[in-house]
């Protein structure tokens, strides 16, 4: 279920960064994505996919990272066998791409106003994650930053047939804490997610207008 965009939450614009986040009066639940929406991750995971890339001749760059930012790293390396004309082996380059980031992982940092907002909120509304990443360094990303207190219920590309952009792992999150799809709030940083909280039928929120992008930079 698209919102307009209102001043007061943001939703799907990029004129309100810096603006406190907050829920929408109507949501009974929030989801939230974790990698680039919880943890700022996404310039380790960069890093790492360009790292891996590079002994195939792909020069990988932040713009085709931020088309597949939110996809699981198996069908990543399939998309990118398809964008490029490579044959790298999708299992194989994938899981080798996870091993790198998780050497990295020690340097997330938080999303500050997204954290903000599971804190006030915790304890108040059913909360869960619903990511594209593996269900292990998922939780481990959780102890990172010390957010595993305020989660009990993750969805990751491993509990769902079809991960995004597919609606399954919303939904999935849905049902799990005895919510309906449009009394979800989702809280999203990439383009598939947002594509599967739409198909689910949620309201949801672009973190990105909220605090800075740096998927490209060094770390």
């Known amino acids: ?26 949501a009974k639940a929030l989801i939230f994505d974790l990698d680039g929406t919880l943890a700022d991750t996404m310039p380790i995971h960069f ?13 990988f760059k932040p713009e085709i990272f931020e088309k597949l930012a939110g996809i699981p790293a198996v069908e990543t390396i399939t998309r990118l066998n398809e964008m490029y ?19 990295m992982m020690h340097k997330i940092q938080p999303v ?3 954290v903000a907002l ?3 909120y915790y304890g108040k509304i059913p909360m869960s994650v619903g990511t594209g990443g593996y269900k292990r360094l998922s939780w481990k990303s959780l102890r990172i930053l010390k957010l595993d207190r305020y989660f009990d219920i ?5 509990d769902v047939q079809r ?7 919303f939904l999935r999150c849905a049902e799990l ?12 940083d990439g383009i598939t997610g947002i594509k599967a909280a739409k198909t689910a039928g949620m309201m949801y929120t672009l973190v990105t207008d909220f605090y800075e992008v740096t998927i490209g930079k060094e770390i």
């Open 1 to 26: 279920m698209p919102l307009k965009p209102t001043p007061d939450f943001g939703f799907g614009t990029k004129n309100y960064k810096n603006k406190r986040m907050d829920i929408h009066p109507k």
């Open 47 to 59: 890093q790492a996919y360009k790292k891996v890339l590079h002994n195939f001749g792909i020069d």
């Open 177 to 188: 804490m005895g919510a309906k799809p449009s009394d979800c709030q989702v809280f999203e």
């Open 112 to 114: 500050e106003p997204v």
């Open 85 to 103: 004309g490579t044959n790298m082996n999708a299992q194989e380059i994938g899981h080798l791409k996870e091993s790198v980031y998780e050497k």
């Open 154 to 158: 993750l969805v990751s590309s491993e």
């Open 163 to 169: 991960p995004k952009p597919n609606p399954d792992t």
């Open 118 to 120: 599971v804190k006030r």
